[in-house]
């Protein structure tokens, strides 16, 4: 236990406006705009800006956060008396098929207080080589890396450009997340914990995958993360940036294992490819997958798939046919709130569990 403590207060002490425990928005691709990350962070949780279309979108984002945390006063003053000036939210890439002086730049420029990695298309070998660029081009920014592996976390021990922060993603996990070898953060998160101790690395663990409320986070702080994750939790909150369409569809799902699977299909739909065989990702269950597995061609799905988007939100639901990336615990999602009471919400509920006196020593 007082490991952990220690590593809790690694954690938050890098990040002076959070409170404890720290909920985490996770940075999912386009939907976790500037809205949501200043939202959160201003709740007292880290927020993260998610990958763009491009990686010039990422400068976009992170001028507008700038912008909203000139005129959020906790934040700004926070920042103002800040040693480091970083930016009070973080920002993640997609590296294996971004553009690394880009990202690089605005890493530069920004200072966003912390950086997500993960998907390397070369294992350890790119994730040290991204994160020592992005150290060069600001100190000051904490380097996030997302693991769902046992043997990632014993590459980690063994390099030399080790991290601030290590994301462990359970397979209950929404979007992309890894295809084939992904373990339950039940079990996975206390083994990678007891591996990395065990090897003398002194790093905190933030618990991401099948969170969605204040019981997933209670019981990945029992199981010792130092922070939790939450993504498919936030994609039903008035600042997340998604399409009408497919946030109802958040809220209809259920029974997560049975109602959303894992496949490249919906990538390719979208005409993205190239991520690395290691990941894929999770989504709702709708027409296109049924009609895939019964053997309908990829061309003619296409052509199906292209014509709903034509249609706006009806290209989400049971009958839809786009993607609806989301975790297993879909069926925790019942309803739409501001993303500050999102964090406000789980954290009192696991000071109910633990104790204001316990979580305050978090």
């Known amino acids: 236990?007082?490991?952990?403590?220690?590593?809790?207060?690694?954690?938050?002490?890098?990040?002076?406006?959070?409170?404890?425990?720290?909920?985490?928005?996770?940075?999912?691709?386009?939907?976790?705009?500037?809205?949501?990350?200043?939202?959160?962070?201003?709740?007292?949780?880290?927020?993260?800006?998610?990958?763009?279309?491009?990686?010039?979108?990422?400068?976009?984002?992170?001028?507008?956060?700038?912008?909203?945390?000139?005129?959020s006063p906790k934040l700004n003053t926070d920042r103002s008396s800040s040693r480091s000036q970083t930016l009070p939210v973080g920002i993640g890439f997609q590296l294996w098929a971004d553009d690394i002086n880009t990202a690089s730049s605005a890493i530069e420029r920004f200072k966003p207080c912390a950086a997500w990695l993960f998907a390397?298309?070369?294992?350890?070998?790119?994730?040290?080589?991204?994160?020592?660029?992005?150290?060069?081009?600001?100190?000051?920014?904490?380097?996030?890396?997302?693991?769902?592996?046992?043997?990632?976390?014993?590459?980690?021990?063994?390099?030399?450009?080790?991290?601030?922060?290590?994301v462990v993603q359970g397979a209950e996990a929404g979007g992309h997340g890894r295809a084939h070898d992904g373990t339950g953060l039940i079990s996975l998160l206390p083994e990678i914990a007891d591996v990395l101790a065990a090897r003398g690395v002194d790093i905190p663990l933030v618990a991401a995958g099948g969170i969605a409320d204040g019981r997933g986070a209670a019981a990945a702080i029992a199981l010792g993360?130092?922070?939790?994750?939450?993504?498919?939790?936030?994609?039903?909150?008035?600042?997340?940036?998604?399409?009408?369409?497919?946030?109802?569809?958040?809220?209809?799902?259920?029974?997560?294992?049975?109602?959303?699977?894992?496949?490249?299909?919906?990538?390719?739909?979208?005409?993205?490819?190239g991520w690395p065989e290691e990941y894929s990702p999770r989504t709702i269950i709708n027409r296109s997958f049924v009609e895939f597995q019964a053997g309908r061609s990829f061309e003619e799905l296409k052509e199906a798939h292209d014509e709903a988007v034509k249609r706006g939100d009806e290209a989400w639901g049971l009958e839809g046919r786009t993607a609806t990336y989301a975790g297993a615990a879909i069926g925790l999602v019942?309803?739409?709130?501001?993303?500050?009471?999102?964090?406000?919400?789980?954290?009192?509920?696991?000071?109910g569990v633990f104790g204001e006196a316990g979580v305050a020593k978090l």
């Open 120 to 166: 390397p298309r070369n294992g350890q070998t790119d994730i040290d080589t991204w994160s020592r660029r992005f150290r060069e081009a600001s100190p000051q920014t904490r380097i996030w890396v997302q693991i769902g592996t046992v043997a990632e976390a014993r590459s980690i021990a063994e390099s030399s450009e080790k991290p601030d922060v290590i």
């Open 1 to 71: 236990m007082p490991q952990l403590l220690h590593l809790a207060k690694k954690l938050s002490s890098s990040y002076p406006w959070t409170s404890s425990p720290l909920i985490i928005s996770a940075p999912m691709r386009v939907m976790s705009g500037p809205a949501l990350a200043v939202a959160v962070s201003r709740a007292g949780g880290l927020g993260f800006i998610g990958p763009g279309l491009k990686t010039q979108n990422v400068i976009k984002d992170l001028e507008e956060a700038s912008n909203l945390i000139r005129t």
């Open 225 to 273: 993360a130092s922070g939790v994750a939450m993504g498919t939790r936030f994609l039903a909150t008035h600042e997340a940036r998604i399409a009408h369409g497919y946030q109802a569809e958040i809220l209809r799902a259920s029974e997560g294992g049975a109602s959303t699977t894992r496949t490249q299909l919906y990538n390719h739909l979208r005409g993205t490819f």
């Open 334 to 351: 019942r309803r739409v709130e501001g993303a500050e009471e999102v964090v406000r919400e789980t954290r009192g509920f696991v000071a």
